[in-house]
């Protein structure tokens, strides 16, 4: 019977008549002389006669010390950074498309008044937001106050995200909407949720600022800007990268 003989190497003390043994990479349960005795480590020459191994004697004098790696350990998980930057606008002000730009206030209006046209009311975050460029908005809030004007009760306004980081010589440029502040005339909300998405598009540098619009022009609503408030319209970022 045809037989094969190698080197193996014990995995564990001889138990009975048999030993495991690392055998070409593979632990294999192998039968032992039977006046041989085999620690963990040992080095054997087995023989392989049908479908068993069979372990004959011991090679060298001792089992070999084993051989320390000296792996370097695995790279700490990269630290994740958190923060909050707090952004007031550089401007805001409201727009009419008959009149253009209003110069006798800095208030930020939505709606029409009688016939003086309807308001795109508009707060221009200029550049600082872009400070963030590659960090991930976590989310986002505005400081709002509402001022007299219109009916005393709470009102709904209309948000809308704007492209312009500064005001225009025309009309602004308005995309995504949401429901916005509802608030009474002196009421006043410190942290209204501003979409994180919104948010993220002013960091990127896709969008520029916020605004209140009504297409219809209703309800008319007249937040403060500013000159009225100097939190007005302040703009809260909470990010991480």
């Not at 208030?107 to 221009?124: I, T």
Request: proline letters at 6%; aromatic letters at 8%; charged letters at 15%.
């Amino acid at each position: 019977m045809a037989s094969t003989q190698l080197l193996a190497t014990a995995t564990a003390a001889k138990s009975g008549s048999t030993v495991t043994a690392t055998v070409n990479g593979t632990v294999t349960t192998v039968q032992v002389a039977r006046d041989l005795t085999v620690a963990s480590g040992d080095v054997l020459v087995v023989l392989k006669i049908g479908t068993e191994w069979f372990a004959v004697a011991r090679a060298y004098a001792a089992a070999p010390t084993p051989v320390e790696t000296n792996d370097p350990p695995p790279p700490p998980k990269p630290s994740v950074q958190t923060g909050r930057l707090v952004v007031a606008p550089v401007e805001t002000r409201s727009y009419r498309g008959t009149y253009g730009w209003r110069t006798d206030n800095a208030d930020v209006y939505q709606g029409q008044y009688g016939g003086w046209g309807n308001h795109y009311g508009c707060a221009f975050y200029g550049r600082k937001p872009r400070s963030l460029d590659g960090a991930t908005v976590t989310s986002a809030s505005i400081r709002v106050r509402r001022l007299s004007g219109g009916t005393y009760a709470a009102q709904t306004t209309t948000l809308r995200l704007m492209t312009n980081s500064t005001r225009p010589g025309g009309a602004p440029t308005l995309t995504s909407s949401t429901t916005g502040p509802r608030l009474a005339v002196n009421a006043q909300n410190d942290s209204f949720t501003v979409p994180t998405s919104w948010a993220q598009a002013i960091v990127d540098g896709g969008a520029g600022g916020l605004a209140i619009y009504d297409a219809g022009g209703s309800p008319y609503v007249r937040l403060a800007g500013r000159g009225s408030w100097s939190a007005a319209w302040t703009l809260t970022i909470n990010w991480q990268r």
